[in-house]
């Protein structure tokens, strides 16, 4: 972490106490300083000493306690923390918070702060959607706490419903979405292409590519946390949800070409890093495709029951034998519609994936397209390309070209959104 930041983590006394215990552990690897204050009933589902073996220091329970550090240690804690993160939240602390009722250490150091505060209700389903628990939220909402919904699912009283604590994941990623990153983007509005295409050939089989989508997934969430509105327009991949960024499922060429062109004109940003197909078949079968019916269409080259599917004599073969072929047609070439199109101040960044001549066909690329900027990579560099957590990236402009090292995903998108945002200087 570029400056490390410190995370007060708030812990009320609720069964979903455990899974803090995760959130703290979470946390300090991607190198936040963790400290932790707890109520007095939250220790008596989690023990202090679990916290402070995992190097989060001192575990503060009471305000008067003698080993604390100074009389005002509540101060000294909510001047020290970047971001408070209470969770579980339990109706009881809710109350308390909204009414600036200030009886124990957590809500003592909760009111003297003035940092980003993050709530993560958890409790009975009914006493959730209790309309004073509702009242109390929207409070805080008010006072500009950021609640984080409960998840859905089987509580501990045996009730199915909403009150769940999010898994730690869900929570580190609030975290993130705060303070990872300074909000240099906030404004902006960011439109990422990610993933492969599906082309049908029929109903049941299609042609795709390789793409996993990490990189545009990647590019999404570092804008989103770097405080741009972001629209991912996403092709089918294995990939979570990202937060924070609205998503647009799409399938084939067509539907992405569809989604971007229908929204680019507001956007501010747009950085094309789908695997978009540059063929689809000419003629797809609304049907599927029967092996009968080819074996037929072999026999028989006067039938022709589905249109765009041919024979074709291999004369190379002993006896003639024939093999199947699909007609294929140009899709439309998305990068070049929005450089045709684009209005005035965008920012357009497109990706060359190429196996030869990289950087001859991505500055060819960034001229034809009329676009800002292309982000190259080559499949035979080692620790580039598809569906690894690394890629090495070149990157070209008018300007210049700069080259990236190897490094994450995550890191790259990082360093591409730099060069944007310098480059929008």
């Not at 004109?265 to 094309?272: Q, T």
């Not at 007609?327 to 045709?340: M, N």
């Amino acid at each position: 972490m570029e400056n490390k930041k410190t995370v007060l983590l708030g812990i009320s006394g609720g069964i979903s106490a455990y899974k803090s215990v995760y959130v703290a552990s979470g946390l300090k690897k991607l190198g936040y300083d963790v400290r932790v204050v707890m109520t007095e009933n939250a220790a008596k589902f989690v023990s202090p000493l679990t916290f402070e073996t995992m190097s989060c220091g001192k575990v503060v329970t009471d305000v008067f306690d003698p080993r604390n550090d100074t009389p005002t240690e509540h101060i000294e804690l909510s001047h020290a923390a970047d971001l408070i993160l209470i969770a579980p939240a339990t109706a009881n602390t809710i109350a308390k918070l909204a009414h600036g009722i200030a009886d124990n250490m957590l809500t003592t150091t909760v009111l003297a702060a003035t940092c980003p505060k993050l709530i993560s209700p958890a409790m009975n389903t009914d006493m959730f959607e209790n309309p004073a628990t509702q009242d109390n939220l929207n409070i805080l909402r008010d006072y500009g706490f950021d609640i984080i919904e409960p998840a859905y699912g089987m509580l501990a009283c045996g009730v199915e419903g909403k009150g769940k604590m999010p898994e730690p994941d869900v929570l580190i990623s609030y975290v993130e979405q705060w303070i990872s990153k300074p909000k240099d983007m906030s404004g902006l509005r960011v439109l990422v292409t990610a993933g492969p295409t599906e082309e049908a050939v029929d109903p049941v089989r299609y042609i795709t590519n390789h793409s996993s989508g990490k990189m545009g997934y990647a590019l999404a969430r570092m804008a989103a946390r770097r405080g741009a509105e972001v629209t991912l327009v996403s092709g089918r991949t294995a990939l979570p949800r990202e937060p924070f960024v609205e998503t647009v499922d799409v399938l084939s060429a067509e539907d992405m070409f569809n989604a971007v062109t229908g929204r680019a004109p507001e956007m501010d940003i747009i950085i094309k890093a789908a695997a978009v197909a540059d063929f689809t078949p000419a003629n797809p079968s609304s049907e599927k495709i029967k092996k009968a019916d080819l074996m037929a269409t072999l026999a028989d080259t006067s039938q022709a029951p589905h249109k765009g599917l041919e024979p074709e004599r291999d004369s190379s073969s002993a006896g003639g034998s024939r093999d199947m072929s699909i007609k294929l047609a140009p899709t439309r070439d998305i990068l070049k519609y929005l450089g045709e199109h684009r209005r005035s101040g965008q920012f357009l960044c497109g990706f060359a994936m190429e196996t030869r001549d990289l950087m001859e066909n991505a500055t060819a690329k960034l001229a034809n397209k009329n676009v800002d900027m292309i982000c190259a990579n080559s499949l035979r560099t080692k620790g580039a390309g598809f569906a690894g957590d690394t890629n090495v990236v070149t990157i070209i402009t008018k300007d210049g070209v700069k080259e990236l090292p190897l490094m994450s995903k995550l890191d790259a998108a990082d360093a591409i959104l730099d060069e944007i945002m310098l480059a929008k200087k």
